[in-house]
């Protein structure tokens, strides 16, 4: 139950808090006066969509807060989603705007949570119902799932999903093991080639390539390198030339710098370099001739190289990568051809348990089949017996069950067929049903399902509009018995189910401040008899004042009457827990911590 409403800098309105009571709460107001701004403020709360426009002009932030009587069955789930559990529910919205920006944040009893935890719970605190919603009942999936909700038939339906969903996979399994068959051999094949090929080539080092080049350059320029490297000998270790080579001056050197370290030590360091660098010269020396000495044309090696080198690179060109990558493509092909060749399940095999999931999925359909037929018998009745009192005494209504093609939802199709006049065949809703009939029907339906759903308050949004007098009446009436069990919330012009509310609220606009910037703001009231009295005359219209004060009173008379019947009757009958018995209470599904 929505105990209280705070609504800060959202459309017109500047600030406003509401106090709901239970049983029936009606608003009333001009057209226009703000009375479905309230409703999106109660549709934000709960996680509606949310735009710029929502936000008071001249403000950058609105926030709707709402307290709820927190329903008992929601302790686990509440648990689970780390929400403090308390006797009351604190549901916050924050819009903020920035620029063309806007962000949101929801809360619940000070904890911030998803949108769709808070769908979740808004299925057990708030329902919204007009005749915005025909195009909802008038699709056969809305339709079908309606049915299964009515009859708690989720289980079943989910249950055929699994069939599905297996038997889509298990034909799924079965087409590309077709597809790889028919792949097989040529792939096979290929693979084969292509190991075969690649295997010959004896690929084993990524930088084959470059050693095998440099190689190549040193076989090709050996007459140079042993003409250079004799040449570098002589310099640096010993020159045929009568000239001095670099270790015969390096030597005289050390000898004139030991003469020197006898008479100054200070130059010891400078000694010790030249000694080390007349042993390295001399090491270098000797072994640049030996490097020398080793070389040896080669031509049929170099020719070897040349060859290799030149197949690699074709190799490499034809598959379109370098050698490492090369590599890589031979131990996959090899690890590909080693699963084509290698058993795994067979068609026949495959087949078979496709059979075996389809004979599951179609048992799963056959009984939700059954389930449906046995709640459409119920829906059937218990609509009819709904909508009789609402002015269609000689009403049909039909939930037409055919078959279809399995899927994840089963087997059937689901058609609400309708016909609200005597001799008039049954059709589709969408068909036959006018704006009238599909507020009532609508309205007829909710009362079938308040029996079995936990929604703590239902609101209707001008669930009258476009029928007469009479069935006016009939629709406070029914709303009226509605609120016997829970808080109703409804939107109304009509002065007949003004004068049924337990709770009347007036809504109005108002211009506040001075006329040079004077600005609009939404205002509400709740009304105390007299103002109600004056409300209601106002909604009725009449000949003169007294006329409407008069009819103002008679309608609220008769309203006290109906009430105080529907009481004793209520008294008589068995308890709300006995009657709702043979149901059981839904609940969220719990879910695990965040």
Same mark, same amino acid.
């Given at each position: 139950?929505?105990?209280?409403?705070?609504?800060?800098?959202?459309? /017109?309105?500047?600030?406003?808090?509401?106090?709901?009571?239970?049983?029936?709460?009606?608003?009333?107001?001009?057209?226009?006066?703000?009375?479905?701004?309230?409703?999106? #403020?109660?549709?934000?709360?709960?996680?509606?969509?949310?735009? #710029?426009?929502?936000? !008071?002009?001249?403000?950058?932030?609105?926030?709707?807060?709402?307290?709820?009587?927190?329903?008992?069955?929601?302790?686990?789930?509440?648990?689970?989603?780390?929400?403090?559990?308390?006797?009351?529910?604190?549901?916050?919205?924050?819009?903020?705007?920035?620029?063309?920006?806007? !962000?949101?944040?929801?809360?619940?009893?000070?904890?911030?949570?998803?949108?769709?935890?808070? %769908?979740?719970?808004?299925?057990?605190?708030?329902?919204?119902?007009?005749?915005?919603?025909?195009?909802?009942?008038?699709?056969?999936?809305?339709?079908?799932?309606?049915?299964?909700?009515?009859?708690?038939?989720?289980?079943?339906?989910?249950?055929?999903?699994q069939h599905f969903q297996a038997w889509q996979q298990a034909e799924k399994n079965l087409t590309q093991r077709q597809q790889q068959q028919a792949d097989h051999a040529f792939r096979l094949e290929?693979?084969?080639? &292509?190991?075969?090929?690649? &295997?010959?080539?004896?690929?084993?080092?990524?930088?084959?390539?470059? #050693?095998?080049?440099?190689?190549?350059?040193?076989?090709?320029?050996?007459?140079?390198?042993?003409?250079?490297? *004799?040449?570098?000998?002589?310099?640096?270790?010993?020159?045929?030339?009568?000239?001095?080579?670099?270790?015969?001056?390096?030597?005289?050197?050390?000898?004139?710098?030991?003469?020197?370290?006898?008479?100054?030590?200070?130059?010891?360091?400078?000694?010790?370099?030249?000694?080390?660098?007349?042993?390295?010269?001399?090491?270098?020396?000797?072994?640049?001739?030996? *490097?020398?000495?080793? /070389?040896?044309?080669?031509?049929?090696?170099?020719?070897?190289? &040349?060859?290799?080198?030149? +197949?690699?690179?074709?190799?490499?060109?034809? *598959?379109? @990568?370098?050698?490492?990558?090369?590599?890589? !493509?031979?131990?996959?092909?090899?690890?590909?051809?080693?699963?084509?060749?290698?058993?795994?399940?067979?068609?026949?095999?495959?087949?078979?348990?496709?059979?075996?999931?389809?004979?599951?999925?179609?048992?799963?359909?056959?009984?939700?089949?059954?389930?449906r037929q046995q709640t459409a018998q119920k829906l059937q009745q218990q609509l009819v017996a709904e909508l009789k009192p609402l002015g269609m005494a000689k009403v049909q209504f039909l939930v037409?069950?055919?078959?279809?093609?399995?899927?994840? %939802?089963?087997?059937?199709?689901?058609?609400? /067929?309708?016909?609200?006049?005597?001799?008039?065949?049954?059709?589709?809703?969408?068909?036959?049903?006018?704006?009238?009939?599909?507020?009532? +029907?609508?309205?007829?339906?909710?009362? @079938?399902?308040?029996?079995?759903?936990?929604?703590?308050?239902?609101?209707?949004?001008?669930?009258?509009?476009?029928?007469?007098?009479?069935?006016?009446?009939?629709?406070?009436?029914?709303?009226?018995?509605?609120?016997?069990?829970?808080?109703?919330?409804?939107?109304?012009?009509?002065?007949?189910?003004?004068?049924?509310?337990?709770?009347? +609220?007036?809504?109005?606009?108002?211009?506040?401040?001075?006329k040079a910037q004077e600005r609009t703001v939404v205002k509400i009231e709740r009304l105390e008899p007299q103002r109600r009295r004056e409300e209601i005359a106002q909604l009725a219209g009449g000949?003169?004042?007294?006329?409407?004060?008069? +009819?103002?009173?008679?309608?609220?008379?008769? #309203?006290?009457?109906?009430?105080?019947?529907?009481?004793?009757?209520?008294?008589?009958?068995?308890?709300?827990?006995? !009657?709702?018995?043979?149901?059981?209470?839904?609940?969220?599904?719990?879910?695990?911590?965040?």
């Amino acid at each position: 139950m929505l105990l209280s409403l705070h609504i800060s800098n959202f459309a /017109l309105i500047d600030e406003l808090t509401i106090d709901f009571a239970r049983g029936l709460n009606v608003l009333t107001g001009e057209t226009g006066a703000g009375k479905s701004i309230i409703l999106d #403020a109660i549709d934000a709360l709960l996680g509606g969509t949310v735009s #710029a426009r929502l936000v !008071r002009s001249g403000t950058s932030r609105a926030i709707v807060q709402g307290t709820f009587k927190s329903p008992l069955h929601l302790v686990d789930w509440l648990q689970a989603n780390e929400i403090i559990v308390a006797e009351n529910l604190i549901c916050t919205r924050e819009i903020s705007r920035t620029g063309g920006t806007i !962000r949101s944040k929801l809360r619940v009893n000070g904890t911030v949570v998803s949108k769709q935890i808070l %769908n979740e719970l808004r299925e057990h605190l708030v329902e919204i119902t007009g005749q915005g919603q025909t195009s909802q009942i008038t699709a056969a999936h809305q339709q079908r799932q309606l049915l299964d909700a009515y009859g708690s038939l989720e289980a079943d339906r989910l249950q055929v999903n699994q069939h599905f969903q297996a038997w889509q996979q298990a034909e799924k399994n079965l087409t590309q093991r077709q597809q790889q068959q028919a792949d097989h051999a040529f792939r096979l094949e290929t693979l084969r080639m &292509e190991v075969q090929e690649l &295997e010959s080539a004896a690929l084993e080092a990524p930088d084959e390539l470059i #050693a095998l080049d440099q190689e190549h350059q040193t076989l090709n320029h050996v007459v140079d390198l042993q003409q250079q490297s *004799y040449q570098i000998y002589q310099l640096l270790y010993q020159n045929d030339l009568g000239e001095s080579a670099a270790a015969d001056l390096l030597s005289k050197a050390e000898n004139l710098l030991v003469g020197c370290v006898d008479i100054d030590p200070k130059l010891q360091p400078l000694l010790d370099v030249v000694s080390d660098s007349l042993t390295q010269i001399i090491d270098v020396g000797r072994r640049i001739n030996s *490097y020398g000495d080793r /070389l040896e044309a080669d031509p049929q090696r170099l020719e070897e190289i &040349e060859d290799r080198m030149r +197949f690699l690179k074709h190799i490499c060109r034809k *598959y379109g @990568c370098n050698l490492g990558e090369l590599i890589d !493509r031979l131990e996959k092909s090899q690890l590909e051809l080693a699963g084509l060749t290698g058993k795994g399940e067979s068609i026949e095999e495959l087949q078979a348990l496709l059979d075996t999931c389809y004979a599951k999925l179609l048992k799963a359909c056959e009984k939700l089949t059954d389930r449906r037929q046995q709640t459409a018998q119920k829906l059937q009745q218990q609509l009819v017996a709904e909508l009789k009192p609402l002015g269609m005494a000689k009403v049909q209504f039909l939930v037409d069950i055919q078959p279809q093609i399995p899927s994840g %939802n089963g087997a059937d199709n689901v058609c609400f /067929l309708f016909s609200p006049n005597p001799g008039e065949p049954l059709q589709s809703l969408a068909a036959t049903a006018s704006g009238g009939e599909m507020s009532r +029907f609508l309205l007829a339906l909710k009362a @079938c399902f308040s029996v079995i759903t936990p929604t703590g308050t239902l609101i209707f949004d001008e669930i009258d509009t476009g029928v007469s007098g009479k069935v006016t009446q009939s629709i406070a009436d029914k709303l009226q018995q509605l609120a016997i069990d829970r808080q109703v919330l409804c939107v109304t012009h009509q002065p007949i189910m003004a004068a049924m509310a337990d709770v009347h +609220f007036q809504v109005r606009k108002e211009g506040v401040g001075k006329k040079a910037q004077e600005r609009t703001v939404v205002k509400i009231e709740r009304l105390e008899p007299q103002r109600r009295r004056e409300e209601i005359a106002q909604l009725a219209g009449g000949h003169s004042a007294a006329d409407s004060i008069a +009819f103002a009173d008679s309608l609220l008379s008769q #309203a006290t009457a109906t009430k105080q019947s529907a009481a004793s009757l209520a008294e008589n009958l068995p308890s709300k827990k006995s !009657r709702r018995s043979h149901k059981k209470t839904k609940t969220v599904p719990v879910k695990k911590a965040r």
